[in-house]
């Protein structure tokens, strides 16, 4: 166990280290132009040079990272805070504990401009949930309810089940849905694609007037194991109770439906919708030496759902982000361009802290050479995806040719992230 955690942390570090090297490199010549301020290297060939000249920091980094003081390090920062904070909702007072923790952590790391921007963030609590299949059998469903799903009326809802596949098959089956709870067995075809029935299968039942949902879990496969998620109503279209549920139990009823059995469920929820609360972005940064006002963001978000202790999401991006600022501080590196690290809040609801902050910031956008987002996980990198014109993405390949030493040198299409498209769709290069 304790080898597969070592692992862990060394192929984390294998993440930090192409966050770096884009803040070191790629900003120089990634933003609206090649040549913004007249200085820069005029052909290709001079800026390969130039790169290829990094390859002793490149060296520096990675014995500092994967072998030196700094091993494993953001494991254990990252264990502490998760074992002491836990989940982190949105406007709870674990998120708040969260944003305090980290404002002096990070002020104890001795990084610059280390301060909070508020934002309101929606303040949604579960409460109790409860679901039964009462026919054709007794059968206890796990249940995860949706964020900012309303509740059940205080007795619970006993209905009839209707099974469909597909947002096509309940419109064709609108009759049959009338008065049911829908429950959703959609076949999982990429999380970008199948995610919109967790966001929107609820508008689209009411609309032909069920009283619930119960989604298949947005997963591949799961254990006995529902995943909640955000999901949004519409105006103009009654609000119903919404939960997912486990694959197993979708399958189970799906088959169940298909032999033409009687379903029958009772639903009890206690979710609670409150004001929009306060809450901060976390900021700080490492001031440029030469062009201090362009700015370099990398990033993650401290919220996180409240089933879990949100260690992968987004934890561990939270932490590989504040771990990039800490190499570069530790190897005494002082960056021509502000790295600019944002720990968002309110990401789980759709980017919320993220967006607020565009809005605020949106008026400096050219000033800004790329943002970088980690929200996919810590596992083992093959390289990074990025969103930039042709000129950047030629860069982007020599800066990766310079990781073959750890096997990191993929560019993948098309960065994504919630909290950074704001700025992609603007124009901003972007990677994740």
């Known amino acids: 166990f304790q080898q597969a955690i070592c692992g862990k942390e060394k192929r984390e570090k294998m993440k930090y280290l192409f966050l770096i090297f884009f803040m070191n490199l790629l900003p120089q010549y990634a933003g609206k132009s090649l040549s913004r301020d007249g200085k820069y290297p005029k052909t290709f060939e001079d800026i390969k040079s130039e790169i290829a000249g990094y390859s002793d920091i490149v060296k ?40 305090e923790y980290m404002f002096s952590a990070l002020q104890k790391d001795r990084l610059e401009n280390v301060h909070l921007e508020p934002v309101k963030v929606p303040h949604w609590e579960r409460g109790e949930e409860f679901a039964m299949m009462l026919e054709p059998r007794n059968h206890s469903i796990a249940i995860l309810g949706l964020g900012s799903s309303v509740a059940t009326p205080p007795e619970g809802i006993t209905a009839e089940v209707i099974v ?58 799961s254990i006995d194991s529902p995943h909640t998620g955000w999901q949004n109503y519409q105006s103009g279209v009654p609000r119903i109770p919404t939960a997912c549920i486990s694959v197993e139990d979708a399958e189970m009823m799906s088959r169940m439906s298909f032999r033409g059995t009687k379903i029958v469920v009772y639903l009890k929820m206690g979710a609670r919708t409150y004001p929009d609360s306060t809450s901060f972005n976390t900021v700080a940064e490492i001031v440029g030496s030469k062009y201090p006002e362009q700015i370099v963001l990398v990033s993650g978000h401290l919220d996180s759902w409240d089933v879990g202790q949100g260690a992968m999401d987004d934890g561990g991006g939270a932490f590989i982000s504040w771990e990039a600022l800490s ?71 020599e800066i990766m040719a310079l990781l073959l030493p750890i096997n990191v040198t993929e560019v993948y299409d098309a960065a994504d992230g919630t909290d950074i498209n704001f700025w992609m769709r603007n124009g901003v290069p972007g990677e994740s």
Do not use: C
């Open 164 to 221: 469909v596949a597909s947002f096509d098959e309940l419109h064709r089956r609108a009759q049959e849905a009338k008065g049911k709870i829908v429950v959703y067995n959609q076949p999982f075809v990429s999380y970008g694609e199948t995610v919109r029935y967790r966001s929107q299968g609820a508008v689209e039942a009411a609309k032909v007037g069920a009283v619930a949902t119960l989604i298949r879990s947005i997963a591949s496969f």
């Open 60 to 99: 520096a980094i990675i014995d500092l990272a994967v072998h030196g003081k700094a091993q494993n390090r953001s494991y254990e920062r990252l264990a502490v805070f998760a074992d002491t904070i836990g989940p982190r909702l949105s406007g709870s007072k674990n998120l708040d504990a969260a944003i």
């Open 327 to 397: 190499l570069i501080k530790d190897l005494g590196l002082r960056p021509k361009r502000t790295l600019r690290l944002v720990l968002w809040t309110g990401e789980e609801q759709g980017g919320i802290g993220a967006e607020q902050y565009y809005q605020l910031h949106k008026e400096n956008i050219s000033n800004v050479d790329i943002v970088m987002e980690s929200d996919e996980g810590t596992f083992r990198p093959s390289g990074l995806a990025f969103t930039g014109n042709a000129k950047a993405r030629d860069i982007v390949k």
